[in-house]
């Protein structure tokens, strides 16, 4: 294989990432994908970011670098157009051209950043090489991220009367470490119990939790265990797996007995004091959800224009936070790789004398 083959191959392989990179991004902003693109996100840039290195390095011929820097770039108008909220191709194409233009120069500033690191030293200091000016790069790239983010049907930033959606996967996602919190104060929680049954366990909490005429079986395996059935022994009793299972079933089949008219009763109350419908058959995750986006629909409209330019500005910065680690990680794999491919003779190493010009007395 000749040397420009294997200079193709490595811009090749940036402009298939780069492409990954921005559907995967698409999807997971546009298509509203859960935990699972956004990790196939992260880790396509993430080659996407080690093949910048390694191209920067080992590609000479400009034609081919630049060019697969410029279509790995470009793939992202694939996707990203515009037209999902009605703010036009040409007005918001320009907004992500000038971003783009700005990281295609910052490209060719790391390049030459890594060329004269290639070119000027004794000895190459791989993981430095790789590393420096790449920071740059990133930084607009989560730029160009949370103008995307922006821009997305979910936010719908060219109109502030229409009610604003969090997207629901990712509610989800941001949920899960209050999970265990939510199970400390709710001993009887689980992810699938409904709202209605929820309401079932709050009123038996409020009117006496068992009584041996309605739950003789339950009523006899706590009294062998040493424990009373009172709301003093509550946190005790459901301590125990075996009873808190017990009575988790119980509500179950308490909240399948109870009428309509009971269950409109519930949901009423406790609708008014959210101000929210409750449908009774949704998990608490869609509740939390519903509550979300109602208090951030409820919020006056002369503050209500500046929620998407908060949340995508907190985005950007969640996501520069995460470059910080992404980028010095990038430059170690691309140091691994080098090394690699020096074994494998896929590149190699010579020494060159370089005659220096100099002045003394």
Known sequence: MTREQKQYILGAK????????????YLTLYKNKGLLFI??????????????????????KKSILYSSFALSLLGFFIFFRGTEIGLG???????????????????????RGVIYEKETKTKINFFWCFK????????????LIALAYYFSPFLLTNNTHTEIKLPQKMF??????????????????????????????????????????ESPEIYRIIQSKGLSVTTADLDK?????????????????????????ERLKQRKEYSEKLGIDIEGNETLNVLLYKLANSQLN??????????PITLAVGLFFVLRLLSLFLVPLIA???????????????????????DMECIEL
């Open 172 to 213: 989800n996602i941001l949920l899960k470490p209050l999970t265990g919190l939510i199970e400390s104060r709710l001993p009887l929680y689980r992810p699938e119990m409904t709202v209605d049954e929820m309401l079932t366990m709050f009123s038996l909490s409020e009117t006496g939790l068992l009584t041996p005429e």
């Open 89 to 111: 191709e040409i007005r918001l194409g320009f907004y992500y051209f000038i971003v783009i233009l700005a990281i295609f120069f910052a490209l060719i500033l790391y390049r």
């Open 332 to 354: 170690l794999i691309s140091w691994l790789i080098i090394k690699a491919l020096i074994l494998v003779k896929f590149v190699r190493v010579s020494v060159k004398k370089i």
């Open 298 to 307: 409820n919020i006056s409209t002369k503050y209500k224009r500046y929620i």
């Open 14 to 25: 940036l402009v298939a990432y780069g492409l990954l990179s921005w559907a995967f991004l």
């Open 237 to 261: 009793l459901l301590e125990d797996p075996e009873i808190n299972n017990l009575i988790y079933e119980e509500i179950k089949e308490r909240t399948k007995k109870l009428s309509q008219t």
């Open 132 to 143: 420096k000016r790449l920071a740059l790069v990133f930084t607009l790239i989560c730029f």
């Open 39 to 60: 990790v196939l996100t992260a880790a396509s840039l993430l080659i996407w970011g080690i093949l910048v290195a390694l191209n920067s390095f080992l590609v000479e």
